[in-house]
């Protein structure tokens, strides 16, 4: 019995000695497998953390490219362009504006260019430098903000239009001009451009407030009016429209002055005083035509983008920050750019016109550079209107002694009516073609 015993004794020790073993290695495995898993999570989420780390680096630079833009571009556009546009109305003030349409435009440019650079780019300076949006401040400072920056923004444009229009009527139809761009005439155009886009931005009033501490659309049917349907219309009032009229109408101001040029260089006798004006003339209005050409070219290239930007942003949203960030810094670079066509739109104006330039060194105490030559012209203009006197008085005398034989030698009156017509211009249409060009001189 004992024998028996013995040998289960050992058995049981034995099958023990064999589960500790197996279940130590099934610990052990798992153990291993514990230990790859973790090691491979471990990475994982390095490598996840890791990534997190660079985008946050990027987002927070890429925040602080566009604060950086604000901040620091935004006072020299804001600087130079009230600057720039004060010293034009000062200039333009000198020129008597007030009594040549051109002029009076050009002074009405300048007030809506400031104007758009206070309301909106002031904003934007204040917004990121002392974290201040004047937007948010009240109901009525939200509305009023955003109907000022629209209209002033598409004022700027059609004036731009109304310029083009003035030099395309001046050089193609002279005499209509002389008829139709008055002061008065002027005044009660731009006055109904202005009705006329105030009623197309007035919705704003309604449509925008204060909502959740931001100055946005009040409901969901205001914001598909302005994300879908009013970013249309302001594209094509801003920028589309008086864009393609503007190409339309330099074409054709552009043909005008060419064919003016041709007909002055077939004209028969010309002095050289005359030779000489019709030279400045030429290289005025060749400089004219390239400051239009660019100006348009610049409008386009300033004002689409953002217009573009505006109905992609209408479209396409990003939940990531990064690619939002990235968003952020394309609308700061083009807007700033758009700013920069209402900064700087009156140096291309006044960089193709002598008189604009002389006047501004007059207001800072320079004398031109032709003071000299203008006071020596002055006095030779003196003297040949003193022989044009003695030389009309000479003429007059022998016309009354003409006048005196005629009864008495009544044979030569047809020689003398032939003899007074070759002095008289066959064509009576050269006159009215160089009256046009004429008005180029002071713009």
Not at 120 to 145: H, M, P, Q, V
Not at 403 to 428: C, G, L, R, W
Request: charged content about 20%; overall charge positive.
């Amino acid at each position: 019995m004992d024998a028996p015993k013995n040998i289960s004794l050992n058995s049981n020790a034995s099958i023990k000695s064999m589960f500790n073993t197996t279940g130590m290695t099934t610990v052990l495995q798992s153990f291993h497998e514990n230990e790859s898993l973790y090691f491979l999570n471990t990475s994982t989420i390095n490598t996840t953390a890791s990534e997190q780390s660079f985008n946050i680096d990027e987002v927070t630079t890429l925040n602080s490219v566009e604060s950086y833009l604000w901040t620091y571009v935004s006072p020299v556009l804001i600087l130079v362009g009230v600057f720039g546009n004060c010293l034009s109305i000062a200039v333009l003030k000198k020129m008597r504006f007030w009594r040549r349409t051109p002029l009076f435009l050009l002074v009405v440019l300048a007030v809506t260019d400031i104007t758009v650079l206070l309301d909106g780019l002031l904003r934007y300076w204040i917004n990121y430098a002392f974290e201040i949006d004047i937007r948010t401040l009240s109901n009525a400072s939200c509305k009023i903000n955003l109907f000022v920056i629209y209209i002033a923004m598409q004022y700027s444009s059609w004036i731009l239009v109304c310029m083009i229009i003035d030099r395309f009527l001046k050089t193609n139809f002279p005499f209509l001009y002389m008829r139709v761009a008055t002061m008065k005439k002027t005044c009660l155009i731009i006055l109904v451009l202005f009705i006329i886009l105030a009623g197309i931005d007035l919705h704003f009033f309604w449509t925008n407030g204060i909502k959740d501490g931001e100055c946005d659309d009040l409901n969901q049917k205001y914001h598909n009016f302005g994300e879908f349907v009013f970013v249309y219309i302001d594209i094509i009032i801003l920028s589309a429209l008086p864009f393609l009229i503007m190409l339309i109408l330099n074409v054709f101001v552009y043909r005008a002055l060419k064919r003016h040029h041709e007909f002055r260089s077939t004209s028969v006798v010309e002095s050289r005083h005359s030779r000489r004006k019709r030279g400045n003339r030429r290289q005025f209005s060749k400089k004219l035509t390239r400051m239009l050409l660019f100006t348009s070219a610049y409008f386009l290239c300033s004002t689409v983008p953002i217009s573009v930007y505006f109905i992609y942003d209408s479209y396409f949203q990003f939940k990531d920050d990064l690619n939002n960030a990235k968003k952020d810094v394309a609308w700061s670079v083009m807007y700033l750019f758009q700013y920069s066509n209402y900064s700087l739109n009156f140096v291309w104006y006044a960089a193709c016109n002598k008189v604009f330039r002389e006047k501004a060194k007059e207001i800072f105490g320079f004398k031109p550079k032709g003071f000299r030559y203008q006071n020596a012209t002055r006095k030779h203009n003196q003297r040949s209107s003193s022989i044009s006197h003695m030389t009309t008085s000479i003429d007059n005398s022998m016309n009354e002694g003409v006048s005196e034989t005629y009864d008495e030698h009544s044979d030569y009156s047809e020689d003398i009516q032939t003899n007074a017509s070759k002095y008289v211009d066959p064509n009576p249409n050269t006159h009215a073609a160089s009256v046009s060009m004429d008005t180029y001189e002071h713009m």
